[in-house]
T-cell receptor, first 113, second 113 residues
Framework: DTEVTQTPKHLVMGMTNKKSLKCEQHMGHRAMYWYKQKAKKPPELMFV???????INESVPSRFSPECPNSSLLNLHLHALQPEDSALYLC????????????FGSGTRLTVV | DAKTTQPPSMDCAEGRAANLPCNHS???????VYWYRQIHSQGPQYIIHGLKNNETNEMASLIITEDRKSSTLILPHATLRDTAVYYC??????????????FGQGTTLQVKP
């Protein structure tokens, strides 16, 4: 299995809702990442997990809460989002060491209403 | 990580070689050059990476100048499906907790019939 699977593919949520995005990989990668991408902009790094521990938080607001329950799964919990948080949320994984590339999922298209 | 400079857009005729340039004049000795592409509304796709030597795989070739200050991604026979945003990224090898892949603005390649 050489894929990163993200669910759901599309999500519409109200500003008072709580929802979660899910990311799964079975490549044995021990580094996982969340990126946010606004329309016509490059992906922006949000969080990095290494060996299931949060290693980088790029000053992301607390209404985004990441979780890595095991080496194959990465979640992004969403609460009290704003309309400007509407974006494509991308998950990626990689080896922890070495000059290897990242494998990206196809993303979750989030709309906050 | 070193910064990269790419032209914002390029056109290429279908069936011809597409040559995408990237300048990375501040690259450090241990930094790799990575190329990714992103087809509309999909996750970025890894293409190729290299350190010093030219590299080739089933998708593309990567030519790195001897001083490593610039590189060129070559798609030998471009097809309409190669229309995408191409990102050139330089970064050090992953090492434990310090993994980051930072995207610049990229080059939008339009392959025309």
């Amino acid at each position: 299995d050489t894929e990163v699977t993200q669910t759901p593919k599309h999500l519409v949520m109200g500003m008072t809702n709580k929802k979660s995005l899910k990311c799964e990989q079975h490549m044995g990668h021990r580094a996982m990442y969340w990126y946010k991408q606004k329309a016509k902009k490059p992906p922006e790094l949000m969080f990095v997990y290494s060996y299931e521990k949060l290693s980088i938080n790029e000053s992301v607001p607390s209404r985004f809460s990441p979780e890595c329950p095991n080496s194959s799964l990465l979640n992004l919990h969403l609460h009290a989002l704003q309309p400007e948080d509407s974006a494509l949320y991308l998950c990626a994984s990689s080896q922890v060491t070495g000059g290897y590339g990242y494998t990206f999922g196809s993303g979750t298209r989030l709309t906050v209403v | 990580d070193a910064k990269t400079t790419q032209p914002p857009s390029m056109d290429c005729a279908e069936g011809r070689a597409a040559n995408l340039p990237c300048n990375h004049s501040t690259i450090s000795g241990n930094e790799y050059v990575y190329w990714y592409r992103q087809i509309h509304s999909q996750g970025p796709q890894y293409i190729i990476h290299g350190l010093k030597n030219n590299e080739t795989n089933e998708m593309a070739s990567l030519i790195i100048t001897e001083d490593r200050k610039s590189s060129t991604l070559i798609l030998p026979h471009a097809t309409l499906r190669d229309t995408a945003v191409y990102y050139c990224i330089v970064r050090a090898p992953l090492s434990g907790n310090t993994g980051k892949l930072i995207f610049g603005q990229g080059t939008t390649l339009q392959v025309k019939p």
